[in-house]
């Protein structure tokens, strides 16, 4: 079995983060910001996997068990926080909190 | 130390004790309130006159020293009190008319809000004014001088909701404090010419060292008269008084009566060998007194507010005090300030009754007839208004005023000008108080009682114009006998003027035309102002008559000559001085500060999604740079 090359790794990795970001700024819905973000999380977390295995140390691996408990307790805040903003604000509508404006 | 001058300092104090717990003590019931406030200045009156028999009977003023405030390279003021013949008079007076006062407000102020704030006001006015009179030495004596333009302040504004008594307090208090800081100049004057303070070394010392006609002398005497006439309300710094009508009826009373404009015949009183080394001051004092008493007499004739008559009346009566002091009679200035804080309390006690008794009670010409609706009120007005008129024989004020004409023509200073004058200032002071009880009590009734007066409104205003009235008889029968008890009293303090030989014959035609210029007064107001007369209306309704009128009625165009002069040209400065170079330099950082805000604020959209691209294209720029650089 062949070991695919590291730029191929890295080329997913960074079309997987501007897709995020696009998704980020291009969608309204806050629970679609929010798997925007857990897009780019984990395409960060692919590159520390690639980095790593291009190395031969473990040193990716460890990061990426970092960054999946920090996507985890992220959800957990951010779905709390999304559910405080429906129930303020009767929408999901990112645009709607504005009222920290100037 | 004798015993009465040990406790002269609980005269000031008693007061000033009344004032504390008054003002510290939150949610007293009224009649606990009452009972302090009168309570006090009663006992500091108990206390005044066991004070007075006391000085009396040892013969001699004393004086004690309560503490000494510091000690700088000679300078030793000290809180220290001294009663001489002239201090217990004052003393008596001010402490017996405040304490009817204070009688008379407990029912007059009943239910006001600020009952509290009321009594612990005249306390200290009280207070402050037995410390003036009583102080040994210039420095306490100009406290008790503040102290008494403080609580002016205070009481004139004690309805303060109404914008208008506020104005009414400030002026009072802003043009004062014109003749005060006059006043202070020459406190540090005499201190830098004389070395002390104290009144009595002060006066020895100026008598030891100075010539008469001395410039410093004259200057001295010049300021001390431009702060006594800030107080006193004469030419040219009167015009607060009759705006001072906005406060509460007993508070004019005190201010007019016993408190704050006597405060300036007293300090000419105890000042008065300043004035005799200075002529010039003397005279400018006879000469401001008589212009100030002719005017204000003739101002008094057109008010038509009932209490403006009465302080028009004021001015012109504190006036014939000034007139006395500056031709020398020292006693029969002080004379007259006894008789005028009977009577003109009495009377304005009475305006008060129909004040608070009247649905209108301010504007004379709605009244009319009230002598059938308040029979009793009207008979002791009448008195009061004769007392003030000078109509004899039952009036002391007969005799003090006419003491004050007759040695105005006698005096080396005064002269006939100056007693043409006196004379004519009685004929228009008997008119106008008589004009005054005909508009208000004579005439078709012109509106019923809302109330009736009690009993602790009518009987201090019924004594006080008794006393008014009959105090004057032993001393007019003395008068014949060439001895008069009060002005022999005050002579123990200050000097007489060069004695005549008496001449019975000449003192009782004297007395008879004295009588006779009260009587014509009289006669004027009942041709000219009892209600039904039409020939001044019509003169009034004339333009030359209407004009006079209008100047009459707006104080001689005082105020609008010091609003043309003085406050629109300072209010001009203010506004020009607003926009000035300094204020653009400290004002720079903050309007720096305020662009700043305002460009990095337009940034703050607060849209998630904006803050999102913005660090989106900042890390693209960042990883561009890194790569093309």
């Known amino acids: ?80 926080l999304i559910l405080c903003f429906y129930k303020h604000l009767g929408t999901l509508d990112a645009d709607a909190a504005a009222s920290l404006r100037g | 130390m004798t015993w009465w001058a040990t406790a002269l300092p609980l005269v000031p104090l008693l007061p000033l004790a009344g004032f504390a717990t008054l003002a510290l003590a939150r949610r007293l019931p009224h009649a606990v309130i009452a009972v302090i406030g009168a309570g006090s200045v009663g006992l500091a009156m108990c206390l005044a006159a066991a004070v007075g028999v006391g000085y009396i009977v040892s013969g001699g003023p004393a004086g004690v020293v309560v503490w000494r405030w510091m000690e700088v390279d000679g300078f030793a003021p000290v809180i220290g009190l001294r009663l001489d013949a002239l201090a217990a008079v004052f003393i008596f007076v001010v402490a017996g008319v405040g304490f009817l006062i204070h009688l008379y407000s407990t029912a007059f102020m009943a239910g006001d809000e600020g009952y509290r704030r009321y009594f612990a006001g005249m306390n200290l006015f009280v207070a402050s004014m037995l410390l003036l009179v009583l102080a040994d030495n210039l420095l306490l004596l100009y406290l008790g001088w503040e102290g008494v333009g403080l609580c002016s302040y205070l009481l004139i504004g004690h309805w303060y909701r109404d914008a208008a008594n506020g104005r009414a307090a400030r002026k009072a208090f ?35 060292q100075w010539a008469v006609g001395e410039p410093l002398a004259v200057t001295a005497g010049v300021l001390i008269l431009a702060g006594a006439v800030g107080k006193s309300a004469q030419l040219p710094l009167q015009t607060w008084l009759p705006d001072a009508m906005a406060g509460p009826t007993p508070v004019s009373a005190l201010i007019h009566a016993a408190t704050m404009v006597t405060a300036g015949v007293y300090l000419i009183a105890r000042m008065h060998v300043i004035f005799d080394l200075a002529p010039a001051a003397r005279l400018l004092v006879a000469v401001v007194g008589c212009a100030t008493m002719l005017l204000a007499g003739f101002g008094a004739l057109a008010q038509r507010d009932i209490k403006r008559v009465l302080a028009y009346s004021t001015i012109s009566q504190i006036g014939y005090m000034f007139l006395a002091l500056g031709v020398g009679a020292w006693a029969g200035g002080v004379a007259h300030f006894v008789t005028h804080a009977l009577f003109k309390s009495a009377l304005f006690l009475g305006a008060g009754i129909l004040i608070r008794c009247l649905a209108e009670g301010h504007d004379l010409f709605a009244m009319g007839g009230l002598r059938k609706v308040f029979p009793f ?37 005064g002269g006939a000008v100056l007693g043409a004058g006196a004379l004519l200032g009685a004929i228009v002071t008997a008119a106008y108080a008589l004009r005054l009880f005909f508009l208000a009590f004579c005439g078709p009734v012109g509106q019923q009682a809302r109330r009736r007066p009690g009993a602790l409104m009518v009987v201090p205003f019924v004594l006080l114009a008794l006393l008014g009235a009959v105090a004057g008889a032993p001393d007019l029968i003395a008068a014949f006998t060439g001895r008069n008890f009060l002005l022999d009293f005050l002579h123990r303090s200050l000097p007489a003027l060069p004695a005549e030989a008496p001449q019975p014959v000449w003192t009782g035609l004297e007395q008879i035309g004295l009588a006779a210029v009260s009587l014509a007064g009289v006669a004027a107001a009942y041709v000219l102002y009892l209600p039904g007369r039409r020939w001044l209306a019509k003169q009034a309704a ?37 926009g000035d170079l300094f204020d653009l330099l400290v004002n720079l950082p903050a309007h720096a500060g ?35 650089l």
């Open chain 1, 1 to 80: 079995m062949g070991t695919v090359p590291m730029e191929h790794g890295l080329i997913l990795a960074g079309v997987l983060f501007a897709m995020g970001a696009a998704g980020l700024l291009a969608r309204r819905n806050v629970v679609f910001m929010l798997l925007s973000v857990e897009v780019m999380l984990n395409a960060a977390g692919l590159a520390f996997i690639v980095a790593g295995s291009r190395w031969g140390r473990p040193d990716g691996q460890v990061m990426f068990l970092f960054v999946l408990t920090t996507a985890a307790a992220e959800v957990a805040v951010g779905l709390a």
């Open chain 2, 542 to 578: 004339a333009p030359a008559g209407a004009a006079l009128r209008r100047l009459a009625l707006g104080g001689f165009g005082f105020d609008a000559a010091y609003d043309l002069l003085l406050v629109r040209p300072f209010a001009w400065a203010v506004r020009a001085g607003r």
């Open chain 2, 594 to 628: 305020d662009a700043l805000h305002a460009l990095l604020g337009a940034l703050q959209t607060g849209r998630l999604r904006w803050y999102a691209a913005l660090v989106v294209l900042g890390a693209v720029v960042y990883l561009a740079l890194t790569v093309l």
């Open chain 2, 377 to 413: 009120t009207g008979r002791a007005f009448l008195m009061a208004a004769l007392t003030l008129a000078a109509v004899p024989p039952l009036t002391l004020t007969f005799n003090s005023k006419d003491t004050i004409i007759l040695e105005a023509w006698r005096s080396p200073t």
């Open chain 2, 174 to 208: 802003i043009v004062t404090r014109v003749g005060d800081a006059a006043l202070a100049v020459g406190l540090f004057l005499l201190f830098g010419s004389l070395g002390t303070l104290n009144i009595r070394d002060a006066l020895a010392r100026a008598a030891a």
